[in-house]
């Protein structure tokens, strides 16, 4: 029997003592032996659960105990859970995390820790939840020069965007709701701001190059300012809006960004919708993959866990090697990029011809609900110079990014 200890009993937590219990016959046969939660630590007593007797309140208990084998950080944040984890890395357990905060900002130290230490540091959950997209890149995909990855990355948003779609609500009226049925936090700004989309681009842009992308370099829009009336627009196009976050090797490097983006029924995350994600993956010779599942939610999230300690178990006293070293990466810059746009104009300010001196020959698009203005697809244009003229524009509405 396999002895493993949970940093951190809520949501997660408590998922991986299930998933592990349930599935135990499973484990079981995947490792050669079970797999048995000796500990949980966290503040919390939980009087009356049966994790009761398992819990403590030290870290070092767990650390300074030589039948831990392997430890399930779920606690989220970036302190006290970098020290936790480096301290069993430190005593050769490896750990199996959901915490993409803490991959983002240490996941290259930690790995280090963990190959000098003959152990593992594993964070599929990390990055779309149940969907096996770390183990893909890794394992299944080595042997490829990753040139693109661009995803729906966040349940949350993309629960908001697809009602907005579907029932032409108000962003703030769907949050709200959103907030009721608890797909949306109390304190919504990670979600909606794009920041948590943001830091697993980052981990999979790190992946992808083999060394570190810093997410406070990503350029980063929410969809807090998005609007109904966006959506009836990517309607008549034949198009919708969704969170994109995106990192592509180009010829200046590689570029990361997250964004709200316009994209037509051939994209196959068009259709990706509710609490959904998505992951797509372009190989210089494989071509394009997609990955596809809950991206969220305690079982999804924990069965991802659970299949890192399953991972973790099976190569008990050795390291398996991931492609991500301490060195940093520069972005390429987001002002040299080039791309479509859809723009909202004011009619009384903008005249059509206006709009083609500007942003070069496009499409008009209009709408009967909206006689006093009109919409228009750009012509390609760099990301910096196209924001100097709409911003100089009076009259200008709006701008939403296209993906082609």
């Known amino acids: 029997m396999i002895e493993a200890a949970i940093y951190g009993y809520g949501n997660i937590g408590s998922g991986v003592v299930e998933v592990i219990e349930k599935n135990q016959d499973r484990i079981a046969k995947a490792v050669g032996q079970g797999v048995h939660v000796k500990y949980v630590l966290d503040l919390r007593n939980f009087e009356g659960d049966p994790i009761q007797e398992k819990v403590v309140h030290d870290v ?38 959901s915490n993409k905060e803490l991959v983002a900002n240490h996941g290259a130290e930690l790995i280090q820790i963990a190959k000098e230490h003959h152990c593992n540091y594993f964070f599929e959950a990390s990055v779309g939840g149940g969907i096996p997209v770390i183990r893909t890149i890794n394992n299944a995909l080595k042997q490829e020069t990753i040139l693109n990855i661009s995803g729906i990355v966040n349940g949350t948003t993309n629960y908001i965007l697809t009602k907005m779609e579907k029932e032409g609500a108000a962003f703030e009226d769907v949050l709200k709701e959103a907030q009721e049925l608890g797909f949306a936090e109390r304190n919504p700004e990670a979600d909606v701001e794009g920041y948590d989309a943001c830091r697993k681009i980052a981990i999979l842009s790190s992946l992808m190059s083999g060394k570190t992308v810093d997410y406070q370099d990503i350029d980063t829009e929410g969809i807090t300012k998005l609007s109904a009336e966006d959506f009836l627009y990517g309607k008549k196009m034949g198009k919708t809006v969704k969170l994109l976050a995106m990192s592509k090797l180009t010829e200046n490097g590689y570029l990361a960004q997250v964004s709200p983006v316009l994209i037509g029924q051939e994209n196959p995350l068009y259709s990706v919708n509710g609490v959904f994600n998505a992951i797509l993956i372009e190989g210089n010779t494989l071509g394009n993959t997609m990955y596809y599942g809950s991206g969220a ?16 178990a099976r190569f008990s006293g050795s390291h398996l090697p991931i492609d991500w070293s301490e060195e940093k990466v520069t972005l390429a810059a987001l002002s040299a990029s080039k791309r479509r746009f859809f723009v909202r104009l004011d009619r009384n300010q903008v005249s059509e011809a206006m709009a083609a001196e500007a942003f070069g020959i496009g499409r008009v698009v209009c709408l009967e609900e909206l006689p006093e203005e009109y919409g228009y697809i750009t012509s390609v244009m760099g990301e910096g110079e196209f924001a100097e003229k709409f911003e100089n524009m009076a009259g200008a509405i709006s701008r939403i990014r296209i993906e082609e």
């Open 60 to 97: 070092d208990i767990i650390v300074n105990d030589p039948e831990i084998k392997i430890v399930c950080e779920t606690m989220g944040g970036n302190e006290p859970a970098f020290t936790f984890t480096k301290k069993a890395l430190l005593a050769g357990k490896s750990v199996c995390t």
């Open 297 to 312: 939610g305690k079982l999804p999230t924990a069965s991802a866990v659970v299949a890192d300690v399953v991972e973790a």
